[in-house]
């Protein structure tokens, strides 16, 4: 076959490379949901430690679970999971300024304006208070509350222990006839025709065979980059970290339902915590630090017990060219790398994976297929890494020379233009396919310190007594609501308590 752009061979048999939390979810989704007319191979080497450091989520997980049947409370029970309504920013807008990006929905928009366009003429007659006290989510993080309640919008994610999500997804792909083949990787097999992976030989001789190939194989990127040489778009000069620390500690005191990100000099440090123990780490920028400068940094700044080494993860932020080329999809690490500020690194494993089954290649792979698969993974990672970089950029910190370069780098365009929007005319679009919606740009840039210069004229339709009034009543409803969930650890040790 001469075409090396296509495979109309039928697609009976999908080898997974790599497991850790990509691949355990790629093989429970395939087995449970394609089962029945494909043959699903998982290889991966014990010897081979995954990162598995990203152990916090967002609330997409929920569609993910929905598909599989997945039971929240057994599902946090086995991953020693807790909830999580936001991230805390500490020290980003400003040394000592904090703000959180909370889950949930602002307000109460009308047709013509988001809900910030009331706020926005309230700050200014001084009849408001802050941003997060009309959402649900940021009261209850600050306050340390949670509930599950019978129709409740699924406004939660989760921190959880990603080496057990791995394990209990394993055991759901087990259930439904996953092959999981213990080896390494030796060398990759490619059609002297058209290129496309014919198989992988493993350390022991063994040879497995596919039709389609899943690279699960982390930031290695074996079949993808190794192999077919798909190329990489580099985004460090626009995220400039490199670098992590990661340890886990004891637990001090109780889980809140957030994740912390604190700035410090040269990057962040992340907290989060888990039922019985917490989950640390220092992201940096290496042209500012060296790693015993990071690693001490971060044990001045921890709470409780170590229990285990803090060990340096080195990545470099960007993305695949490709993120399906020939017959091989990079899912994970491999497909690249957005750094998990805004925890967005397992929503990415996640949509992949149900992209893939959605376009699923039964009779064949085909270019449109590919093309598809491609533009749709690009503009979802372009939308993500605008969303990151706007943390680092829209900063007022001069403080140090990494927040001085980030303050100054060139960003894209496609970012300074919903800056600019918002800044001239208080407004935030989304489009359907985008990930973070008008809340989250809001409260972000609110956070970092852009204030709109204008509000929407319908405002106005509103005098000040009726204005008063409508933000009064939606902060009285939310305090109303929030105040009847339980404290947050509560309701875990009730809910789902913890099984390791």
Request: charged share 25%.
């Amino acid at each position: 076959m001469n075409d090396t752009k296509s495979s109309m061979k039928p697609v009976k048999k999908v080898v997974i490379a790599g497991g850790g939390t990509a691949g355990w979810m790629a093989a429970a989704a395939l087995t449970k949901l394609l089962g029945k007319n494909i043959d699903v191979t998982l290889v991966e080497s014990d010897a081979i430690p995954t990162v598995g450091v990203g152990e916090a989520t967002i609330p997409t997980l929920h569609i993910f679970h929905q598909l599989l049947g997945i039971k929240e409370q057994d599902f946090m029970a086995a991953t020693n999971a807790t909830f999580k309504m936001g991230i805390s920013f500490e020290n980003w807008r400003d040394v000592k300024q904090d703000y959180i990006h909370s889950f949930g929905f602002l307000g109460q928009d009308c047709w013509a304006a988001g809900f910030q366009h009331f706020w926005l003429k309230g700050h200014q007659r001084g009849i408001v208070s802050e941003i997060g006290d009309y959402v649900p989510e940021h009261l209850a993080a600050r306050e340390g509350r949670f509930a599950v309640l019978a129709n409740q919008q699924l406004n939660h994610a989760y921190h959880l222990d990603a080496g057990l999500y791995a394990k209990y997804l394993r055991n759901i792909a087990e259930q439904h006839g996953i092959n999981r083949i213990e080896g390494k990787i030796d060398n990759v097999n490619l059609s002297k025709q058209n290129g496309f992976i014919e198989s992988l030989t493993l350390d022991s001789g063994k040879i497995v065979e596919g039709d389609l190939f899943l690279d699960c194989t982390g930031f290695r990127g074996l079949l993808i980059e190794n192999a077919l040489h798909t190329g990489f778009d580099d985004w460090s000069h626009m995220l400039p970290c490199d670098s992590a620390i990661a340890v886990q500690t004891e637990t001090v005191g109780k889980p809140v339902p957030y994740t912390r990100s604190i700035a410090h000099d040269a990057g962040w440090q992340w907290r989060i915590p888990l039922q019985n123990r917490t989950g640390n780490g220092l992201v940096f920028c290496s042209k500012y630090m060296t790693d015993d400068e990071a690693i001490a940094k971060l044990r001045e700044n921890l709470v409780g017990k170590l229990l285990n080494e803090p060990r340096v993860i080195k990545f470099k932020t960007g993305t695949r060219r490709k993120h399906w080329n020939k017959n091989c999809i990079a899912v994970g690490l491999s497909s690249g790398f957005i750094e998990p500020l805004e925890s967005t690194s397992i929503h990415l494993f996640q949509r992949a994976i149900v992209r893939l089954m959605q376009m699923f290649p039964s009779k064949g792979i085909n270019q449109a297929d590919i093309e598809e698969f491609n533009a749709q993974t690009k503009f979802e990672h372009d939308n993500i890494k605008d969303f990151i970089i706007l943390h680092y950029h829209l900063t007022e910190r001069e403080d140090t020379p990494f927040w001085r370069y980030c303050k100054t780098m060139e960003i894209p365009d496609s970012l300074q233009h919903r800056m600019d929007l918002f800044k001239q005319s208080g407004r935030v679009f989304k489009r359907a396919e985008e990930l973070f919606g008008e809340t989250s740009w809001v409260q972000v840039m609110l956070g970092q310190g852009l204030m709109p210069e204008q509000y929407h004229p319908i405002v106005d339709q509103m005098d000040d007594a009726e204005l008063d009034n409508f933000l009064t009543h939606i902060k009285s409803s939310v305090k109303k609501k929030v105040a009847a969930w339980p404290d947050h650890y509560d309701f875990l040790k009730h809910y789902c308590k913890t099984s390791v």
